[in-house]
């Protein structure tokens, strides 16, 4: 689940949204202003009114933005590859596969305000022939494969319901499932994946393994509960390190079909409407937004360390 991924190993969540070479000043919601090699603020390159809190894609000062331009130029990109890929039609059952992180907490919200957007169109058209696409939410419970305390695990889930129920209205169907559910006998599941996780000797394999398992569960989850696509948060610099990481494993020939869109491969469609968001991007925009993202690497790393 891309840099959102509770297991994601790459320390992407201690980005905190700033670009290198830039001089910033923190303000009092630990949002750091951009400013130029003189000392002056820098104006948003967008609108050219207020003053640049962040930069987008590219770092230089063309692409300064204030706080709403940032929004609206990520909520853009959002945008244009769910429609110019046709990702979602009115009859869809969209399952946002959330792990809390910075990726899936903004596809979450994006997948969510085009929702409400579809319904207020609906709302204002005469003959109300579109129906809206639906949303539910899922999360995989990953603790049999990470040394995760039932207590934070608990946190974790609270943190998480409290940011669907949210966003309602609809209220959104929230599925946590735990990843042993893979298995149809629940009784001997949990044995069984430990065993299985267990015989992997090596890290890197063993990351692979779960994040097919991950994905199992996900179309599991899905298939279940009637939903007939799944969105991910995967975004430019996680699909990075897979090109990167796939490129050494010499899994050239399925490279390609791994960064598309849309991957058709599963039963149940997996969509990437993100990825051409840096996972710095993201990570900004929970802060100017306050989506609280759910903190996993203070979690998972720290205690690794
Ligand atoms: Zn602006």
Redesign the pocket.
């Known amino acids: 689940m891309a840099c959102s991924s509770s297991t994601c190993q790459s320390g992407c969540y201690k980005n905190d949204g700033g670009f290198l070479g830039q001089k910033k000043n923190e303000d009092s919601n630990g949002l750091s202003a951009p400013h130029s090699d003189f000392g002056r603020q820098i104006i948003?390159a967008?609108?050219k009114?207020?003053e640049a809190v962040t930069g987008g894609a590219g770092g230089g000062e063309d692409s300064q933005?204030?706080a709403?331009?940032f929004r609206y130029s990520l909520y853009g990109k959002f945008r244009f590859a769910v429609t110019s890929n046709s990702m979602i039609s009115p009859s869809d059952k969209v399952l946002v596969a959330f792990s809390g992180g910075p990726s899936s907490r903004v596809a979450l919200q994006f997948v969510h305000e085009m929702q409400q957007k579809a319904q207020k169109n609906l709302d204002a058209s005469r003959n109300k022939a579109l129906p809206v696409f639906g949303v539910g939410v899922a999360f995989v419970d990953e603790s049999l494969a990470h040394p995760i305390p039932s207590d934070e695990m608990k946190n974790a889930i609270e943190h998480i319901k409290a940011i669907v129920s949210d966003l309602a209205p609809p209220t959104m169907e929230l599925l946590v499932t735990p990843i042993e559910g893979i298995y149809s006998d629940s009784g001997h599941g949990k044995d069984t994946l430990k065993e299985l996780l267990d015989a992997v000797s090596d890290d890197t394999g063993k990351e692979d393994l779960l994040l097919h398992i991950r994905m199992l569960s996900l179309q599991k989850i899905a298939i279940r509960n009637g939903y007939n696509k799944l969105v991910l948060g995967s975004c430019t610099s996680r699909i990075a390190r897979h090109v990167l990481s796939a490129t050494v494993k010499g899994k050239g020939y399925s490279l390609p079909a791994d960064t598309q869109y849309i991957d058709a491969r599963w039963e149940i469609p997996v969509l990437l409407p993100l990825c051409d968001c840096l996972a710095q991007e993201l990570t900004t925009l929970c802060q100017i937004d306050g989506l609280s993202p759910y903190d996993w690497a203070e979690i998972i790393f720290d205690r690794a360390d």
Do not use: A, M
């Open positions: 948003c967008k609108c009114v207020n933005f204030c709403e331009c």
